[in-house]
């Protein structure tokens, strides 16, 4: 089981770029949620799919989406980048009802 | 508002010794809490949790954790410290307010453990 995988692993972007970040959860987890977890601080949500559609926000603006797809996998988007989007992006896999997250590795966003 | 707090920033013990992470928490209803760990660049390793029942929970790697509801506390412990123990630790607690896996956490403890 290769538990929940994200990609790429490290990102450098601009200022006003957009980026996409990918997730696949863990065999079996048919719920995926974001977090952003800036230097320092504890992990913030973002969002959760469940069966392809968006099931909870966070207090992020909506340059912050996402996506997901049949096979579970998920995508983030962030629109015109800020600084302060700077952080780790990590996602979590879940199956309904078990109440335990499994966290990837993350992506670490840089804006420059 | 739902919210966990970490009184601590960093946590330093000796090998062997015991070491406890405080957490406290508020929220409505009965509290899901959980904690975990973080190794330097990587993501959150889940250690254990409390749902209902015994408010004494074991988990991974000789980990465990004491809920005291009356104090509103699910501290993290482990009876001797291991030097491989150092590391983030965060405690988090799901959101009782809506019916899903969203979990808001701690700010994290910093455990140092020494040689």
């Known amino acids: 089981d290769a538990g929940v995988t994200q990609s790429p692993t490290h990102l450098i972007k601009t200022r006003g770029q957009q980026v996409t970040l990918r997730c696949s959860p863990k065999s079996g987890h048919d719920t995926v949620s974001w977090y952003q977890q800036a230097l320092g601080q504890g992990p913030q949500f973002i969002f959760q799919?469940?069966?392809?559609?968006?099931?909870q926000r966070g207090n992020f603006p909506d340059r912050f989406s996402g996506h997901q797809f049949p096979n579970y996998s998920s995508e983030l988007n962030v629109n015109a980048l800020l600084l302060g989007d700077s952080a780790l992006y990590l996602c979590?896999?879940?199956?309904?009802?078990?109440?335990?997250?499994?966290f990837g590795p993350g992506t670490r966003l840089t804006v420059t | 508002a739902q919210s966990v707090a970490q009184p601590e920033d960093q946590v330093n013990v000796a090998e062997g010794n015991p070491l406890t992470v405080k957490c406290t928490y508020s929220?409505?209803?009965?509290?899901?809490l959980f904690w975990y760990v973080q190794y330097p660049n990587r993501g959150l390793q889940f250690l254990l949790k409390y749902i209902t029942g015994d408010n004494l929970v074991k988990g991974s790697y000789g980990f465990e954790a004491e809920f005291n509801k009356s104090q509103t506390s699910f501290h993290l412990k482990k009876p001797s410290a291991l030097v491989s123990d150092s590391a983030l630790y965060f405690c988090?607690?799901?959101?009782?307010?809506?019916?899903?896996?969203?979990?808001?956490f701690g700010t994290g403890t910093r455990l140092q453990v020494f040689p």
């Open positions: 799919y469940y069966e392809e559609e968006e099931r």
């Open positions: 929220v409505s209803g009965n509290p899901y």
């Open positions: 979590a896999s879940s199956a309904d009802s078990t109440y335990e997250q499994y």
């Open positions: 988090a607690v799901r959101d009782s307010l809506y019916n899903t896996d969203k979990l808001i």
